[in-house]
């Protein structure tokens, strides 16, 4: 099954852009950041590790709940 085949299974009616499950599903929206300290851009490799790892952790958890 294709990730936005998943997601429109999920979350009907709203397309998956990051802000947009705000209003119609605001008792589940979620904001995760991708680097420590709220920091906005990988700085260095060390960075682009976490955030890596991060959005992974994220896509598994949304693929296998």
Not at 5 to 26: A, H, S, T
Not at 32 to 60: A, M, Q, T
């Amino acid at each position: 099954m294709l990730l936005t085949d998943l997601w429109q299974q999920r979350w009907p009616g709203c397309p998956p852009v990051g802000y947009k499950p705000r209003e119609p599903y605001r008792n589940f929206w979620v904001r995760f950041h991708s680097l420590p300290e709220s920091k906005r851009y990988p700085e260095n490799e060390s960075d682009y590790s976490v955030v890596l790892g991060r959005h992974n952790g994220v896509f598994r958890r949304i693929c296998d709940p």
